[in-house]
């Protein structure tokens, strides 16, 4: 389980130095085996959330706990460690390193073909038409995309982090992301989502809105909830 115990996070704006506060004093409790989507408005706090997970950035002030244990301090490669993978909203390129080269470095040892290919399967690529492909500006957004959720497959762990993983994915390799994504419920699994075909696999949803209290509660409590500010949300374009 990981736990966020007032956590705050916050910039100095360069022109003024005055304090931009990003994430408010973030009280939430991730369960272990279980979904946990993240959503809310654009600029709301999501990706910075994922980054203070994954320890690439540290909070202003408070603590992030994971099985009770105090990882505020921890970097990347220490939490890595623990188990934590992540997908990231905008993945990188790595030039001159093949696919599966990426996805066996990501599973830190030899792997056969075969192993590499499933985990591009599961993301649905083709996998002999991407196994011996650099991960270079050739690839399209939406094939990178998937090379990145296939190399978090790939690490492995106990908490996968995947920070919009439906952006740029067409509309028929979708369903075979949902289940791969339900075929990890028995670790803790965190997805920053705005699909609604995501938050109806998460047990758990937690609304982000820039600066307030994060809302949290099952999938029953928070799906009216979502429906009602979408269509306060619609009024106002509406008028
Ligand atoms: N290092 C930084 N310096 C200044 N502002 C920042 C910094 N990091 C994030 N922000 C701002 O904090 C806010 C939250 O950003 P974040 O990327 O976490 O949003 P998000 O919820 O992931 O949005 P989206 O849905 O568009 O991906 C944004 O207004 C962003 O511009
Ligand atoms: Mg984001």
């Not at 690839?139 to 296939?150: M, N």
Request: charge should be neutral; proline fraction near 2%; aromatic fraction near 6%.
């Amino acid at each position: 389980m990981i736990k966020f115990d007032n956590v705050r996070f916050s910039v100095k704006d360069e022109k003024t130095a005055e304090e931009k506060i990003i994430l408010n004093d973030v009280n939430l409790e991730i369960r272990g085996s279980n979904i946990t989507a993240i959503t809310g408005h654009n600029g709301g706090g999501k990706s910075t959330l994922v980054k203070l997970l994954m320890g690439m950035e540290k909070p202003t002030a408070g603590k992030i706990y994971y099985k009770n244990k105090d990882i505020t301090s921890l970097g990347v490669t220490e939490r890595a460690r623990l188990g934590f993978s992540v997908a990231f909203q905008q993945p990188v390129r790595f030039k001159g390193i093949t696919v599966g080269k990426l996805l066996e470095l990501a599973s830190g040892r030899k792997r056969m073909v075969g192993e590499l290919c499933e985990y591009l399967s599961a993301v649905g690529l083709c996998a002999k038409d991407y196994v011996n492909r650099e991960v270079d500006s050739t690839l399209s957004g939406g094939e990178l995309k998937r090379i990145e959720l296939a190399t978090a497959l790939a690490k492995g762990g106990d908490v996968f982090i995947l920070d919009e993983p439906e952006a740029g994915i067409d509309l028929w390799s979708f369903e075979e992301l949902i289940k791969t994504f339900s075929s990890l419920a028995d670790r803790t699994v965190i997805i920053v989502t705005h699909q609604k075909k995501i938050l109806e696999i998460a047990d758990t949803i937690v609304l982000l809105n820039h600066g307030t209290e994060p809302q949290a509660g099952t999938r029953e409590q928070m799906l009216p909830l979502l429906a009602e500010s979408e269509e306060v949300c619609g009024k106002l374009r509406r008028n």
